[in-house]
């Protein structure tokens, strides 16, 4: 069973701070990995795509890949009370079973709490 | 924007119903998936689509079967409901391949 495993939380930062969530998966075949944002109540949102190792950039938001060691993250800088919501990282992977279709999998969630 | 629209935010439903849930996107992807999220288990894949009228099961496909009878639209049916199917339930598509998958709003089904 490919895995898909985020640093349970809760994770609490100040307004302002860095927020960094963390992720490993066990399929080193894997080429895409996605974070999303999800608020209480509402369904998962995505903010970041990353294919490549190193570093990706979108305004706040940095996810960080290397494939190597099959670690994933994503860095909040400046956070903001808005931010606080369930960040979940998703991989997709590969289902030789089902003729190589491909399905993401998905950590449980890092809940954080950026307090004002 | 991608737009993926499921039927009813809010279900209630009684045990032993035959339940259907509809998913369309207006993005003419190819994939279709649904999940269910519980708190403590996370998101979890109950069955996908890869085109109209085929299906692939999920991770936990029993209780509940899918319809795509078209390219924008994906059903899930949950053949007699069951308290144990409270759950958000939430579909997503993409357009294949690496691309990322967008999710509607969830319909969240309490069964009594």
């Known amino acids: 069973q490919k895995e898909v495993e985020q640093n349970s939380g809760p994770l609490s930062v100040p307004e302002g701070a860095i927020a960094s969530l963390n992720c490993t998966y066990s399929d080193r075949g894997s080429q895409s990995f996605f974070w999303y944002r999800q608020y209480s109540g509402k369904s998962p949102e995505l903010i970041m795509s990353?294919?490549?190792?190193g570093d990706k950039e979108d305004g706040r938001f940095t996810a960080q890949l290397n494939k190597a060691s099959q670690y994933v993250s994503l860095l909040i800088r400046d956070s903001q009370p808005s931010d606080s919501a369930t960040y979940l990282c998703?991989?997709?992977?590969?289902?030789?079973?089902?003729?190589?279709?491909?399905?993401?999998?998905f950590g449980k969630g890092t809940k954080l709490t950026v307090n004002p | 924007d991608v737009k993926v629209t499921q039927s009813s935010r809010y279900l209630v439903k009684r045990t032993g119903e035959k339940v259907f849930l509809e998913c369309v996107q207006d993005m003419d992807h190819e994939n279709m998936f649904w999940y269910r999220q519980d708190p403590g288990l996370g998101l979890r894949l109950i069955y996908f689509?890869?085109?109209?009228?085929?299906?692939e099961k999920g991770d936990i496909p029993e209780g509940y079967s899918v319809s795509r009878e078209k390219k924008e639209r994906f059903s899930l049916i949950l053949e007699s409901a069951s308290t144990n199917q409270t759950s958000m339930y939430l579909c997503a598509s993409n357009r294949g391949g690496d691309q990322p998958q967008h999710f509607g709003d969830g319909t969240r089904l309490s069964i009594l």
């Open positions: 990353i294919y490549s190792n």
């Open positions: 689509s890869y085109d109209v009228k085929m299906k």
């Open positions: 998703a991989v997709n992977t590969r289902v030789a079973a089902q003729g190589g279709s491909e399905k993401l999998v």
